[in-house]
Protein backbone atom coordinates (compact mmCIF):
# COMPACT_ATOMS: atom_id res chain seq x y z
CA UNK A 1 0.00 0.00 0.00
CA UNK A 2 1.59 3.30 -0.47
CA UNK A 3 -1.05 5.52 -0.13
CA UNK A 4 0.22 9.51 0.42
CA UNK A 5 -1.01 12.10 2.64
CA UNK A 6 0.62 15.81 2.18
CA UNK A 7 0.50 17.24 5.47
CA UNK A 8 -1.62 15.79 8.51
CA UNK A 9 -2.75 17.97 11.14
CA UNK A 10 -0.99 17.28 14.45
CA UNK A 11 -3.87 15.95 16.45
CA UNK A 12 -4.84 18.35 19.54
CA UNK A 13 -3.28 17.82 22.73
CA UNK A 14 -6.00 16.14 25.23
CA UNK A 15 -7.58 17.10 28.50
CA UNK A 16 -5.65 14.39 30.20
CA UNK A 17 -7.39 13.26 33.48
CA UNK A 18 -5.26 13.18 36.36
CA UNK A 19 -6.90 9.96 38.72
CA UNK A 20 -4.32 9.68 41.59
CA UNK A 21 -3.22 11.76 44.13
CA UNK A 22 0.58 12.35 44.21
CA UNK A 23 2.42 10.45 47.75
CA UNK A 24 3.32 12.15 50.95
CA UNK A 25 7.26 11.27 50.56
CA UNK A 26 8.14 13.01 53.82
CA UNK A 27 8.64 9.81 55.95
CA UNK A 28 11.45 8.54 53.01
CA UNK A 29 12.36 11.31 51.30
CA UNK A 30 15.77 11.51 53.60
CA UNK A 31 16.69 7.79 53.07
CA UNK A 32 19.01 6.10 54.89
CA UNK A 33 22.23 5.54 52.35
CA UNK A 34 23.67 9.02 52.66
CA UNK A 35 21.72 10.04 49.17
CA UNK A 36 18.03 11.37 49.78
CA UNK A 37 15.42 9.82 48.67
CA UNK A 38 17.02 6.35 48.74
CA UNK A 39 16.08 3.60 51.62
CA UNK A 40 17.96 0.72 51.61
CA UNK A 41 16.70 -2.40 53.86
CA UNK A 42 19.18 -5.52 54.28
CA UNK A 43 18.14 -9.26 54.33
CA UNK A 44 19.28 -11.59 57.37
CA UNK A 45 20.70 -14.17 53.99
CA UNK A 46 23.25 -13.20 51.12
CA UNK A 47 22.08 -12.08 47.70
CA UNK A 48 21.84 -9.32 45.19
CA UNK A 49 21.58 -5.76 45.78
CA UNK A 50 18.37 -5.03 43.74
CA UNK A 51 16.85 -1.50 43.26
CA UNK A 52 13.69 -0.06 42.91
CA UNK A 53 14.08 3.00 41.42
CA UNK A 54 10.60 5.24 40.80
CA UNK A 55 10.22 9.55 39.49
CA UNK A 56 13.19 9.58 37.09
CA UNK A 57 10.26 11.79 35.62
CA UNK A 58 8.85 13.73 38.64
CA UNK A 59 5.37 13.44 37.17
CA UNK A 60 5.30 9.70 36.67
CA UNK A 61 4.01 9.29 40.33
CA UNK A 62 2.20 5.85 39.87
CA UNK A 63 5.99 4.51 40.84
CA UNK A 64 6.20 6.78 43.63
CA UNK A 65 3.02 5.80 44.90
CA UNK A 66 4.05 2.21 44.95
CA UNK A 67 7.49 2.47 46.50
CA UNK A 68 5.55 4.71 49.48
CA UNK A 69 3.05 1.43 50.29
CA UNK A 70 5.96 -0.67 50.16
CA UNK A 71 8.06 0.94 52.25
CA UNK A 72 5.24 1.82 55.05
CA UNK A 73 4.00 -1.92 54.90
CA UNK A 74 7.33 -2.88 55.97
CA UNK A 75 8.82 -4.67 52.68
CA UNK A 76 12.11 -6.33 53.37
CA UNK A 77 14.29 -8.97 51.79
CA UNK A 78 14.98 -11.75 53.37
CA UNK A 79 18.15 -12.22 51.15
CA UNK A 80 20.54 -9.67 49.46
CA UNK A 81 19.80 -5.67 49.81
CA UNK A 82 16.93 -4.21 48.33
CA UNK A 83 16.74 -0.28 47.46
CA UNK A 84 13.53 1.95 47.11
CA UNK A 85 14.83 5.53 45.32
CA UNK A 86 12.91 8.68 44.52
CA UNK A 87 15.00 9.72 41.82
CA UNK A 88 13.89 13.82 40.60
CA UNK A 89 12.47 14.92 44.04
CA UNK A 90 13.17 18.65 42.72
CA UNK A 91 10.83 17.72 39.50
CA UNK A 92 8.26 15.74 41.51
CA UNK A 93 8.15 18.73 43.67
CA UNK A 94 6.57 20.99 41.92
CA UNK A 95 4.19 18.33 40.40
CA UNK A 96 0.22 20.00 40.16
CA UNK A 97 -2.55 18.11 38.61
CA UNK A 98 -3.80 21.16 37.23
CA UNK A 99 -0.98 21.35 34.76
CA UNK A 100 0.59 17.39 35.12
CA UNK A 101 2.68 17.28 32.19
CA UNK A 102 4.77 20.65 33.41
CA UNK A 103 6.85 18.55 35.75
CA UNK A 104 8.91 16.10 34.02
CA UNK A 105 11.80 17.59 34.87
CA UNK A 106 13.02 21.04 35.88
CA UNK A 107 16.29 21.88 33.69
CA UNK A 108 16.56 18.34 31.69
CA UNK A 109 15.50 15.03 31.15
CA UNK A 110 17.20 12.74 33.89
CA UNK A 111 16.67 10.08 31.79
CA UNK A 112 19.19 10.99 29.01
CA UNK A 113 22.07 11.67 31.08
CA UNK A 114 23.41 8.17 31.91
CA UNK A 115 26.27 7.75 30.03
CA UNK A 116 30.20 8.23 31.68
CA UNK A 117 31.53 11.33 29.73
CA UNK A 118 28.32 13.26 30.58
CA UNK A 119 28.38 12.71 34.10
CA UNK A 120 32.25 13.06 34.30
CA UNK A 121 31.60 16.12 32.08
CA UNK A 122 31.87 20.00 33.36
CA UNK A 123 28.26 20.69 32.64
CA UNK A 124 25.59 21.64 35.38
CA UNK A 125 22.06 21.36 35.75
CA UNK A 126 19.90 20.31 37.97
CA UNK A 127 19.53 16.74 37.02
CA UNK A 128 22.82 16.08 36.17
CA UNK A 129 24.02 16.99 39.98
CA UNK A 130 21.23 14.59 40.72
CA UNK A 131 22.50 11.91 38.71
CA UNK A 132 25.81 12.16 40.04
CA UNK A 133 24.81 12.34 43.67
CA UNK A 134 23.13 9.16 42.49
CA UNK A 135 25.71 7.39 40.76
CA UNK A 136 27.85 5.71 43.52
CA UNK A 137 24.60 3.88 44.95
CA UNK A 138 23.83 2.74 41.62
CA UNK A 139 27.42 1.14 40.59
CA UNK A 140 26.98 -1.02 44.02
CA UNK A 141 23.42 -2.53 41.77
CA UNK A 142 23.01 -5.97 40.69
CA UNK A 143 19.56 -5.77 39.46
CA UNK A 144 17.49 -2.48 38.74
CA UNK A 145 13.71 -1.72 37.91
CA UNK A 146 13.17 1.72 37.07
CA UNK A 147 9.42 2.40 37.70
CA UNK A 148 7.93 4.40 34.38
CA UNK A 149 4.23 5.29 32.64
CA UNK A 150 3.15 6.94 29.35
CA UNK A 151 1.90 9.93 28.30
CA UNK A 152 0.05 8.71 25.25
CA UNK A 153 -2.32 5.60 25.56
CA UNK A 154 -0.30 2.20 25.54
CA UNK A 155 -0.01 -1.27 25.81
CA UNK A 156 2.34 -1.76 29.15
CA UNK A 157 5.73 -3.08 28.39
CA UNK A 158 8.67 -3.71 29.43
CA UNK A 159 12.08 -2.76 27.72
CA UNK A 160 15.06 -4.53 28.03
CA UNK A 161 17.48 -2.45 26.56
CA UNK A 162 20.02 -4.43 23.87
CA UNK A 163 21.43 -7.29 25.82
CA UNK A 164 20.40 -10.67 26.04
CA UNK A 165 20.43 -10.79 30.18
CA UNK A 166 17.89 -7.47 29.89
CA UNK A 167 15.83 -9.75 27.52
CA UNK A 168 16.13 -12.62 29.78
CA UNK A 169 15.12 -10.51 33.27
CA UNK A 170 11.95 -8.81 31.44
CA UNK A 171 10.45 -12.03 30.52
CA UNK A 172 11.30 -13.96 34.06
CA UNK A 173 9.45 -10.77 35.58
CA UNK A 174 6.24 -11.68 33.29
CA UNK A 175 4.34 -8.69 34.20
CA UNK A 176 3.15 -6.64 31.94
CA UNK A 177 3.37 -9.34 29.20
CA UNK A 178 4.93 -7.71 26.17
CA UNK A 179 8.90 -7.09 26.19
CA UNK A 180 10.71 -4.85 23.77
CA UNK A 181 14.78 -5.14 23.08
CA UNK A 182 16.17 -1.35 22.07
CA UNK A 183 18.72 0.57 22.33
CA UNK A 184 17.32 3.66 23.99
CA UNK A 185 17.59 7.74 22.89
CA UNK A 186 19.70 9.41 20.12
CA UNK A 187 19.21 12.04 22.87
CA UNK A 188 21.16 10.41 25.56
CA UNK A 189 21.84 7.27 27.53
CA UNK A 190 19.01 5.79 30.11
CA UNK A 191 19.61 4.67 33.53
CA UNK A 192 19.06 1.11 32.28
CA UNK A 193 22.20 1.80 29.84
CA UNK A 194 24.50 2.73 32.36
CA UNK A 195 27.68 1.27 33.12
CA UNK A 196 27.36 -2.83 33.90
CA UNK A 197 23.64 -2.75 33.07
CA UNK A 198 24.61 -2.44 29.73
CA UNK A 199 27.34 -4.33 29.39
CA UNK A 200 26.70 -7.92 27.90
CA UNK A 201 29.48 -9.54 29.99
CA UNK A 202 28.93 -8.14 33.09
CA UNK A 203 26.33 -9.55 35.24
CA UNK A 204 24.49 -6.49 36.54
CA UNK A 205 21.12 -6.33 34.49
CA UNK A 206 18.43 -3.48 34.50
CA UNK A 207 14.90 -3.09 32.71
CA UNK A 208 12.03 -0.40 32.66
CA UNK A 209 8.70 -1.00 33.04
CA UNK A 210 6.39 1.24 31.17
CA UNK A 211 3.24 0.18 33.28
CA UNK A 212 0.71 1.95 31.59
CA UNK A 213 -0.67 5.63 30.94
CA UNK A 214 0.35 8.12 33.82
CA UNK A 215 -1.95 9.12 36.34
CA UNK A 216 -4.46 5.82 36.29
CA UNK A 217 -5.19 3.53 38.57
CA UNK A 218 -4.33 0.65 36.35
CA UNK A 219 -1.11 1.87 35.75
CA UNK A 220 -0.89 1.48 39.71
CA UNK A 221 -1.80 -2.21 39.57
CA UNK A 222 0.43 -3.03 37.04
CA UNK A 223 3.66 -1.10 38.43
CA UNK A 224 3.21 -3.27 41.76
CA UNK A 225 2.78 -6.75 39.36
CA UNK A 226 5.62 -5.84 37.79
CA UNK A 227 7.86 -5.26 41.19
CA UNK A 228 6.26 -8.16 42.86
CA UNK A 229 7.38 -10.87 39.34
CA UNK A 230 10.86 -9.13 39.86
CA UNK A 231 11.37 -10.24 43.53
CA UNK A 232 9.69 -13.29 43.22
CA UNK A 233 11.99 -14.19 40.06
CA UNK A 234 15.01 -13.25 42.54
CA UNK A 235 13.98 -15.05 45.41
CA UNK A 236 14.20 -11.87 47.14
CA UNK A 237 11.41 -11.41 49.90
CA UNK A 238 9.50 -13.84 51.31
CA UNK A 239 5.58 -13.94 50.83
CA UNK A 240 4.32 -10.34 51.91
CA UNK A 241 0.35 -9.00 52.15
CA UNK A 242 1.80 -5.80 50.26
CA UNK A 243 2.75 -8.04 47.26
CA UNK A 244 0.23 -9.33 44.89
CA UNK A 245 0.17 -13.25 44.28
CA UNK A 246 -0.49 -13.09 40.33
CA UNK A 247 0.93 -15.09 38.24
CA UNK A 248 3.56 -14.00 35.13
CA UNK A 249 2.15 -13.60 31.85
CA UNK A 250 1.09 -17.22 30.33
CA UNK A 251 1.91 -16.09 26.83
CA UNK A 252 4.39 -13.13 26.78
CA UNK A 253 5.33 -11.04 23.64
CA UNK A 254 8.83 -10.47 22.52
CA UNK A 255 9.67 -7.71 20.15
CA UNK A 256 12.61 -5.60 18.79
CA UNK A 257 13.00 -2.41 17.80
CA UNK A 258 14.01 -2.17 13.98
CA UNK A 259 13.91 1.60 13.53
CA UNK A 260 13.84 4.54 15.99
CA UNK A 261 11.73 7.60 14.77
CA UNK A 262 13.31 10.98 15.94
CA UNK A 263 11.30 14.05 14.96
CA UNK A 264 13.75 15.91 12.91
CA UNK A 265 11.12 19.05 12.19
CA UNK A 266 8.61 20.62 14.70
CA UNK A 267 6.32 19.64 12.31
CA UNK A 268 5.96 16.18 12.94
CA UNK A 269 2.20 14.63 12.59
CA UNK A 270 1.05 10.94 12.56
CA UNK A 271 -1.35 10.41 9.93
CA UNK A 272 -3.73 8.84 12.70
CA UNK A 273 -3.92 9.03 16.40
CA UNK A 274 -1.99 5.60 16.80
CA UNK A 275 -1.87 3.35 20.34
CA UNK A 276 1.32 2.09 21.79
CA UNK A 277 0.88 -1.79 20.75
CA UNK A 278 -0.63 -1.22 17.34
CA UNK A 279 0.81 -3.43 14.63
CA UNK A 280 0.49 -2.38 10.90
CA UNK A 281 -0.07 -5.32 8.87
CA UNK A 282 1.50 -4.15 5.45
CA UNK A 283 5.33 -3.23 4.77
CA UNK A 284 5.65 0.43 3.50
CA UNK A 285 2.51 1.66 5.09
CA UNK A 286 2.42 5.67 5.62
CA UNK A 287 2.39 6.25 9.36
CA UNK A 288 3.51 10.04 9.45
CA UNK A 289 4.83 12.75 8.10
CA UNK A 290 7.74 14.41 9.56
CA UNK A 291 8.15 18.23 7.65
CA UNK A 292 8.32 17.23 4.10
CA UNK A 293 9.71 13.21 5.10
CA UNK A 294 7.37 10.57 5.13
CA UNK A 295 7.58 7.68 7.65
CA UNK A 296 6.56 4.45 6.51
CA UNK A 297 6.67 1.33 7.86
CA UNK A 298 9.78 -0.85 7.33
CA UNK A 299 8.57 -4.32 7.63
CA UNK A 300 5.07 -6.46 7.44
CA UNK A 301 3.88 -6.83 11.09
CA UNK A 302 5.42 -3.68 12.21
CA UNK A 303 4.41 -3.01 16.34
CA UNK A 304 4.30 0.60 17.43
CA UNK A 305 6.34 1.01 20.42
CA UNK A 306 4.82 3.96 22.40
CA UNK A 307 4.41 6.89 19.97
CA UNK A 308 4.33 10.40 20.77
CA UNK A 309 1.50 11.96 19.18
CA UNK A 310 3.30 15.35 19.84
CA UNK A 311 7.21 15.04 19.83
CA UNK A 312 9.25 17.94 19.88
CA UNK A 313 12.26 18.32 17.42
CA UNK A 314 15.35 16.12 18.07
CA UNK A 315 13.13 13.71 20.70
CA UNK A 316 11.70 9.90 19.39
CA UNK A 317 8.64 10.04 17.91
CA UNK A 318 7.76 5.65 17.93
CA UNK A 319 10.43 2.75 17.68
CA UNK A 320 9.52 0.33 15.14
CA UNK A 321 9.64 -2.91 16.13
CA UNK A 322 9.56 -6.91 15.14
CA UNK A 323 8.14 -9.77 17.01
CA UNK A 324 9.59 -12.66 17.42
CA UNK A 325 9.81 -16.05 18.92
CA UNK A 326 11.12 -16.16 22.59
Known amino acids: MTETLDHPAQPPLPQFTVALAAPDLGPWRAGNTGVAGFTTRAGSEPGPHVALVALVHGNEIAGAIVLSKLLAAGVRPVRGRLTFGFANLAAFDRFDPAHPTA ?38 VDVLLDLHSMLWASEPLLLSGGTAKGRDLALAIGQPGLVVADEGHVSG ?33 MTLASIAGLLRHLGTVAAHPALPESPPCAHPRFAEVTTVVTASTANFSFVRPFRGGDVIAERNTLIAVDG ?5 TPHDDCLLVMPSLRPSRGHTAVRLARLLDR
Not at 292 to 296: A, D, G, H, L, P
Open 103 to 140: SRFVEEDMNRLWDAPVLDGPRRSLELDRARDIRPLIDT
Open 189 to 221: RRLIDYGAFADPHAPQAAVLAEAGQHWSEPTVR
Open 292 to 296: EEEVR
